[in-house]
Nanobody
Framework: VQLQACGGGLVQAGGSLRLSCAASGRTFSSYFMGWFRQAPGKERDFVAIISRSRSGGSTYYADSVKARFTISRDNAKNTVYLQMNNLNPEDTAVYYC?????????????????WGQGTQVTVSS
């Protein structure tokens, strides 16, 4: 499985960005897909997850992004999205998409099998 993330950039506080992550593989709908982020000097943290389609495509968010970020997936395009609204400087980080092929829901980066290359999001105050 290969993941290709894009959509990062520089935005002012209060602005919006939409990240996209295109995946290879014929069973994309069966993957848990997640977005994680890593700021300089910090660990890679969970941002949002969307479950595999047979589990209903349920979504999960870190408290810090609830009501501002929305994760979604388009299985026909093998793509997962992260719509980020009302961004603030604390959202500045490299954002990574990740795929978990087996097992159950996990918020831990170590449990994800494949990773995209990361895309930088910088929010200026």
């Amino acid at each position: 499985v290969q993941l290709q993330a894009c959509g990062g950039g520089l935005v002012q506080a209060g602005g919006s960005l939409r990240l996209s992550c295109a995946a290879s593989g014929r069973t994309f709908s069966s993957y848990f897909m997640g977005w994680f982020r890593q700021a300089p000097g910090k660990e890679r943290d969970f941002v949002a997850i969307i479950s595999r389609s047979r589990s209903g495509g349920s979504t999960y968010y870190a408290d810090s992004v609830k009501a501002r970020f929305t994760i979604s997936r388009d299985n026909a395009k093998n793509t997962v999205y992260l719509q980020m609204n009302n961004l603030n400087p604390e959202d500045t980080a490299v954002y990574y998409c990740a795929a978990r092929l087996g097992g159950n829901l996990s918020y831990l980066a170590k449990n994800y099998d494949y990773w995209g290359q990361g895309t930088q999001v910088t929010v200026s105050s």
